[in-house]
């Protein structure tokens, strides 16, 4: 019996191993050339583009949007606690060098406090706190004012790129060749404004 309780600690660890093999979730991953138009159609670039889960958080899909000049943003809401997490990435590095002269998303650039936490760094300044992921080129930062730490952690390993059915849900559709939605109340002639004739009996 004690040699199977030693044992859970190791297995518990099993799915935070396998996430840390890559960026990928079991599925179908989302198809490279519309992950590329329908990010471009926000301004977004395609390789800054992930997503996260989290439980009892759903993606809250209005706040999908760029972050900074072609950076990503989401943000996760939990119906439960009434708080949500931001996550976010932009182009960069963050090093043990460097990561107190960084400041906490949202913050005004005071001295940051850093803690290795695995292959994350749990940052915090002023009562902000945050998650930070380095990778290549990009760094992932999950924050959120009053979330559990845990909640951000686990926010913080889970960040993946997007698999094709998540994508549907994170970025909406480019429009087709790129044009404007037309608009049927604007006359095909004169300055542009809208036609408000009511016609007859109106």
């Given at each position: ?143 959120g004012d009053g979330v559990p ?48 004739d009511v016609g007859v009996g109106?």
């Amino acid at each position: 019996m004690i040699r199977a309780l030693r044992a859970l600690p190791a297995l518990s660890l099993l799915p935070l191993l396998l996430t840390a093999c890559g960026d990928e979730r079991p599925g179908a991953a989302a198809d490279p050339t519309e992950l590329a138009d329908r990010a471009q159609a926000l301004g977004i670039a395609p390789e800054l583009v992930y997503t996260t889960d989290v439980e009892g958080y759903t993606l809250a899909q209005q706040s999908v949007g760029v972050h900074g000049d072609d950076g990503f943003s989401a943000a996760y809401f939990s119906r439960k606690s009434g708080k949500f997490f931001q996550l976010s990435v932009e182009r960069g590095t963050l090093t043990a060098a460097d990561c107190s002269g960084q400041p906490v998303a949202g913050t005004d650039g005071a001295s940051t406090a850093c803690e290795r936490d695995g292959e994350t760094w749990y940052r915090t300044t002023d009562g902000s706190s945050e998650y930070a992921v380095p990778k290549k080129d990009l760094v992932i930062r999950i924050s959120g004012d009053g979330v559990p730490r845990d909640d951000l952690r686990e926010a913080a390993e889970n960040a993946h790129r997007p698999t094709a059915a998540e994508l549907d849900t994170l970025l909406p559709s480019a429009p087709a060749g790129g044009e404007p939605v037309e608009r049927g109340d604007l006359p095909p002639e004169g300055d542009g404004a809208p036609d408000n004739d009511v016609g007859v009996g109106g």
